[in-house]
Every structure is written in C-alpha cells, then in structure tokens.
C-alpha cells in the first residue's frame, strides 16, 4: 500500500525541486536526497504538514530561512552533506524536531537560536568547521546523542552540564586537550568518545560519572593514572587509550 502523504525521489537526478512538488501541501514525508539540488527554494513553506524532510547528499550551499516555517516538522530533518557554510537563525523555530543531521558541510558555527530546538533527541553535527558552540546548547534539555566528530572544538559550553538526558557524546578528532569540565556530573552519559585529540590529562571526576560505560581515549598522548583506571574499571566502565 502506498502512502501518499509521502514524496520519494531519491537519486533522482532533478538539479531542482519540480515546481508541482510545492503544491502537494499534504505531505508529511518529502525525501529529496542525492538529487542533485544546488537550491531550495522559499515555496518550501508551503509544505507545513511536513513531518520528514530529507535533503542530504545534494549541493546546497544555503537553505532559506522559510525552512524554519515548517513548524510541524518532528521527526527528522537531513542537511548533511551539502555545501552549507551557515545555518538560518529561523531553525530555531522547529521547536518539536527530534532528529536533526547538519554533518558533512562547511558550518562555522551553530545559530543561537538552536537552543530553542528543545525537543532534539539526537542532533549530527561531524565533519564541520566549529570552533565552539554556544552557551544556549545547554537548553536542549531533552538530548541523548551528539555527534561532533571531525571539527576544530577545544572546548563545550559550561551549559553543557545541562545536558542531563546526554547518553553518548562524540568528539573524536577535534581539538581537545583535556575532558571538559561541563560534562562532570552529567548522570546518563554512557560512552563518551575523544579518540583523535591532544588530551594530555585526565580528571579524577571521570570515576564519579555514575553511567559511564565506555570511555575511549585511542590516539591521545595520556594514558590513565592506575588509581583512575582502576575505579572506572571497577564500575564497569570499559577504556580504551
């Protein structure tokens, strides 16, 4: 049985969204992945039955700020792997989105307004150019996963230790130079990952990490104290350096 809420074309090779598309205001799924989409346009708003929107694996080097008036959007929302240099402030109007995938693109920095994103479960941003985050990343309160793999981050916002829900966290390949600070405390992160950095010391507070289930340390210059490896292991947690 088809759905015919939903819009698939795939790898179709369009260059641009066929103009009757925008018509279709009863959509809740439209996936426009690897189609060769260089722009999108403004008429996107009209589609604000939208639940799902797939945009990833395309040439897009900007997505207009008419995006943000797809309010309904609440599943899933893919960017990656485009050519976006920057996000639109108006993203921050998606407040019921769970899923949102910005990674593989060319993003200085993260709009302010991400914060008020507050139903994010999971949020992709690997392989970008971020050399911080804001202070309103604390905000997503709701957040289980955050991948930011392959930027240039030395530090997380002190908010950060708001992330109470945070179950896995991946900074691999970043610029790190030690474990920080914001993340002590923090009682559901389960697997907290630094391969890659320039991490030269450790912290006694990793011990006190009550959910900590993997911490992994490969390809740093420190190797933990015995007296520290000794007390994560002896919780069950399992290191790797």
Not at 24 to 53: K, Y
Not at 99 to 114: C, V
């Amino acid at each position: 049985m088809t759905d015919d809420t939903t819009l698939n074309l795939w790898r179709q090779s369009l260059g641009e969204v066929p103009a009757d598309v925008w018509d279709r205001t009863d959509l809740t799924v439209l996936i426009l992945a690897e189609t060769g989409l260089v722009q999108l346009p403004s008429s996107v708003r009209r589609l604000n039955s939208l639940r799902t929107l797939d945009l990833g694996h395309n040439r897009l080097a900007e997505v207009p700020a008419e995006l943000g008036d797809l309010t309904g959007l609440r599943d899933f929302l893919y960017l990656h792997d485009n050519a976006l240099t920057a996000l639109p402030d108006a993203l921050g109007r998606l407040t019921v989105l769970r899923y949102l995938n910005i990674g593989e693109n060319r993003i200085a920095e993260l709009p302010h307004s991400i914060g008020e994103m507050t139903e994010l479960v999971e949020l992709r941003a690997q392989h970008n150019r971020l050399t911080a985050l804001p202070e309103t990343l604390g905000a997503l309160v709701a957040l289980r996963e955050l991948w930011l793999r392959g930027n240039q981050l030395s530090t997380l916002p002190d908010s950060a230790r708001k992330l109470t829900e945070l179950r896995e966290l991946d900074l691999r390949e970043n610029a790190f130079t030690e474990i920080p600070p914001a993340l002590a405390g923090l009682p559901r992160l389960r697997r907290l990952d630094l391969r890659g950095n320039g991490i030269t010391e450790l912290s006694d507070w990793l011990a006190e990490l009550p959910a900590l289930e993997k911490l992994d340390l490969r390809w740093n210059e420190v190797r933990p104290a015995a007296r520290l490896l000794d007390a994560l292991t002896a919780r069950g947690c399992v290191v790797l350096s």
